[in-house]
Structure formats: C-alpha cells, structure tokens
C-alpha cells in the first residue's frame, strides 16, 4: 500500500509537473506575441520651373525661344548705313513669374549672315536703366571694335528669380551698339542673330 501511495505521488507530481509546464509554455507563448507598429515618411518630389523672357521695349515680356527672336529696335534705320555711322538697340531679360531659381546668362556670338557683316563691329553694354544710344553707359560686356560674327568666351550676367517667387524677377537691361566700318560697300546688307543662354543657379 506504501508503495502504491507512493507511485501515486509521484504520479500525481509528474501530472502537477506536466501541467505546471504546460502552463509555463503557455506563459512562455504569451510573453513572445509583441504589438507591433510602423512608422511611414512619404516624400513628395515636383520639378521647379525655368523661363527667361525678354523685352525690345522694357516694359512687356515674353518668350524669344527660337531664332530669329526678337527684332531688336535699333532707333536709328539700319537699313540706310554709312561708313562711320553706328546704330543703336535697347533689350531687356527678366526671370518670368514662377521661376524657382536665379540664373547666369552667357551671351553667345552672333550667328551672322549677308555681305555686310565683314565691315560691322559691335559693342554690348549693361546699363542700369532701359534705354540705348550714343549716351548710354554701363558695365561694358562685349568691347566696342568687336567683330559681328566673332566668337565671344566668358560673357556672362546672372539673373535673379522673383521674390515672392510668384512674381517675375529684376530685369537686367542690355545696349547693343553696332558701327559700320571704313569697308561698307552700297546696297551691301546682313542680319546677326544673339543667343542669350540662360542656366540656372540652382
């Protein structure tokens, strides 16, 4: 009896011990299963926007995006040129409305073309104010003396967006001076086309 009594203690431990260990892994299993939560970042990218304009009288704007582009307004007639005589033409660019970035314009050679453009020479200046003749002064961009169809290297001026950006930005106003040389023949003509080339800062 003694040793059915004790067979059953022991039997009665194992039980207690199995279901104490099944109520451990229980606890165990309960313990592992965590809450679980993330974070997101979503990043939304839009490209800005880039537009220079340009004005043949300061005061309206617009796009010039492809040769021949604007007709400069020389105030005294090119078409009737003589030996010595020298034309003048006022333009202005500006950063339009919406632009999100300032810009450094290169000014390009002119791309020339007619059997007058060997005896005209040119010079480009940066005024402070709209407006070209005789009188006109400022930063001097293109020295006078300069070939019509030379090549230029370095010619530069920068541009400022508008602040707000909705507004368009400070223009920046150009002089063109163009003299006829010693050369010129009768009936002779030409044209030269400027490429103003604009990069944003940015």
């Known amino acids: 009896m003694k040793d059915q009594a004790t067979r059953s203690q022991s039997r009665g431990k194992v039980r207690a011990l199995l279901a104490g260990g099944l109520v451990l892994g229980v606890g165990a299993t309960v313990v592992l299963a965590a809450w679980n939560d993330s974070e997101f970042g979503t990043g939304t990218f839009t490209a800005g926007s880039f537009n220079l304009q340009g004005s043949t009288n300061g005061t309206a704007y617009s796009d ?63 005024p402070t104010a709209f407006g070209c003749d005789a009188s006109t002064t400022g930063t001097g961009l293109v020295t006078a003396g300069t070939a019509l169809d030379g090549t230029l290297s370095g010619v530069t001026f920068n541009l400022d967006a508008g602040s707000p950006v909705t507004d368009p930005g400070d223009p920046v106003f150009l002089c063109f001076k163009v003299t006829a040389g010693a050369g010129l023949v009768q009936g002779q003509s030409g044209t030269a086309t400027w490429e103003l080339s604009a990069a944003s800062t940015s």
């Open 64 to 126: 010039h995006a492809a040769a021949p582009g604007a007709t400069l307004p020389f105030t005294v007639n090119p078409s009737n040129l003589a030996p010595g005589d020298t034309v003048y033409a006022p333009f202005a660019v500006r950063l339009a409305a919406n632009t999100s970035t300032g810009a450094t314009v290169t000014v390009n050679g002119a791309t020339a073309g007619g059997s007058s453009i060997a005896n005209l020479t040119y010079e480009l200046i940066q």
